[in-house]
């Protein structure tokens, strides 16, 4: 299985959690969670403490309106994984210039990229270099840098997660 799928995976799984969790404790179902549905869910399930763990969970409440949204617990995801990101993400830059950077210069070249796929025996190295630069060149000035390899792999592989978390 490729690292890919493995990602994209876990933040699927991450995304029905969240829902899960949301359908679980939003009694009213208006897509918010106030601190009386939580106390209230959490005593029906029988838990100690539940005002403790209400207390606990509305850290989260970042915009101090009484209320959890689901964007509120993914951008508290997010701050809790950051490090992992940035793991993954430096990861796959330094993988992807291993394979395509054949001078080490940190840039890659539509000649770096039409080398390794004709060196390959693909059918159609153009056709193959030609979408991976219109994927991947976002300035679109014919080298695909390390930044540009970040963001497309942040999008690529945290992007649903990521962009529907607020910045904070």
């Known amino acids: 299985m490729s690292t890919t799928v493995e990602f994209k995976d876990v933040i699927e799984g991450m995304h029905k959690d969240l829902e899960g969790f949301f359908d679980k404790y939003d009694g009213d179902s208006n897509g918010k969670i106030t601190y009386g ?5 959490l005593k029906k399930a029988n838990k100690k403490n539940p005002e403790k763990i209400a207390t606990f969970l509305f850290r989260n ?10 964007d509120e617990v993914k951008a508290r995801i997010v701050r809790m994984n950051q490090e992992n990101i940035e793991n993954v993400l430096n990861w796959e830059v330094e993988a992807f210039c ?3 950077d054949l001078d080490g210069d ?7 990229v039409l080398e390794r796929f004709t060196k390959l025996g693909a059918l159609h190295p153009e056709t193959i270099t030609d979408s991976i630069f219109r994927q991947m060149d976002l300035n679109k000035d014919g080298e695909i840098t390390v930044e540009e390899i970040r963001e497309y792999t942040r999008k690529k592989k945290f992007g649903s997660f990521l962009t529907t ?3 904070q």
């Open 165 to 167: 978390a607020p910045k």
């Open 37 to 41: 549905e939580i106390v209230e869910a």
């Open 98 to 100: 291993k394979k395509y």
């Open 106 to 112: 940190k840039k890659i070249t539509r000649k770096e």
């Open 61 to 70: 409440d970042t915009d101090k309106d009484g209320e959890l949204s689901i």
